[in-house]
């Protein structure tokens, strides 16, 4: 890895009670002393203040899953960026590719909630990737410059360098088939040389983390490789102890 400071987060997805947030910090803190990663934690909207609440005076960052880009009005089911800060979050993590291909999140509704995020203050954990089959007719590249040129055409210049990018390529997400370091690296890479292209600056500043079936066995791999900046871990961030290990790789 680099100078740049790695981001380790936690995304629950749809899991965890109020109770069982709680018990997770309750177990995660006392095993994370002294990191040097920016570990974040992304609870369902409910539970974000619970855990907002028992990581308190710690490390530990709160991010939501998901946010709508206007700042209030008739969008029933949303939540805004304002909400979100009010609820003690820091960062969002925007156009998972669950959201993208479940609930129908778009490339143009991305070009609007990445740079709001950034104008509220809250840190934009951005998710690309390309699904299996478009990676078997190498489409990989074509994919990731659309979703990124598309989250990040709005973003001034000068604020590109502070969005985190997640790559996570859909067939490595809760499949237990994780992506090589050497693929997720080149993919990585390949990012960072899209985000160099508007600003040499904005690319060596910016953070690229994957995602998809990082456990404790294959974080330090992943983890030790110069184009990845951390890790976006689902199922294993749900126990405490193997999102510990995670954190203690970077
Ligand atoms: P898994 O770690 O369960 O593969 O999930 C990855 C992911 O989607 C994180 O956002």
């Given at each position: 890895m680099s100078e740049r400071?790695?981001v380790?987060?936690a995304?629950?997805?749809m899991?965890?009670?109020i109770e069982e ?12 002393c002294?990191v040097?990663?920016q570990?974040?934690?992304c ?9 907002v609440e ?7 960052e709160?991010a939501a899953?998901n946010?709508h880009?206007e700042p209030?009005?008739a969008?029933t089911?949303e939540v ?5 800060l ?5 960062a969002v993590v925007?156009?998972h590719?669950?959201r993208?291909?479940l609930?129908g999140?778009?490339d143009?509704?991305l ?6 995020a950034l ?6 954990i951005?998710c690309?990737?390309e699904s299996e089959?478009?990676r078997e007719?190498?489409d ?5 410059r659309r ?10 210049e ?14 490595a997400?809760g ?17 960072r040389?899209?985000?160099s292209?508007r ?5 060596q500043?910016?953070?690229?983390l994957?995602?998809g079936s990082v456990?404790?066995a294959n974080a330090?791999?992943?983890l030790?490789?110069e184009?990845?900046d ?10 405490p ?5 995670i954190?203690?790789?970077a």
């Amino acid at each position: 890895m680099s100078e740049r400071r790695p981001v380790i987060a936690a995304n629950w997805k749809m899991n965890k009670s109020i109770e069982e947030a709680e018990e997770f910090c309750n177990a995660l803190l006392p095993r994370i002393c002294d990191v040097g990663a920016q570990v974040v934690i992304c609870p369902p909207f409910l539970a974000l203040n619970t855990v907002v609440e028992a990581t308190k005076g710690g490390e530990v960052e709160v991010a939501a899953q998901n946010m709508h880009f206007e700042p209030d009005g008739a969008f029933t089911g949303e939540v805004s960026a304002a909400m979100l800060l009010d609820a003690g979050a820091l960062a969002v993590v925007l156009g998972h590719s669950e959201r993208r291909q479940l609930f129908g999140e778009t490339d143009e509704a991305l070009s609007r909630k990445v740079p709001v995020a950034l104008e509220n203050g809250l840190l934009p954990i951005f998710c690309v990737g390309e699904s299996e089959e478009e990676r078997e007719r190498d489409d990989t590249d074509r994919v990731l410059r659309r979703q990124v040129d598309a989250g990040l055409s709005r973003v001034p210049e000068a604020r590109l360098g502070e969005v985190v990018i997640a790559y996570e390529p859909i067939w490595a997400i809760g499949t237990g088939k994780t992506a090589t370091p050497e693929e997720a690296e080149d993919a990585c890479g390949f990012i960072r040389s899209l985000v160099s292209a508007r600003s040499e600056a904005a690319g060596q500043a910016i953070r690229i983390l994957y995602g998809g079936s990082v456990k404790p066995a294959n974080a330090a791999d992943l983890l030790g490789r110069e184009e990845i900046d951390g890790a976006l871990v689902g199922g294993a961030s749900l126990d405490p102890g193997d999102f510990a290990a995670i954190v203690m790789a970077a």
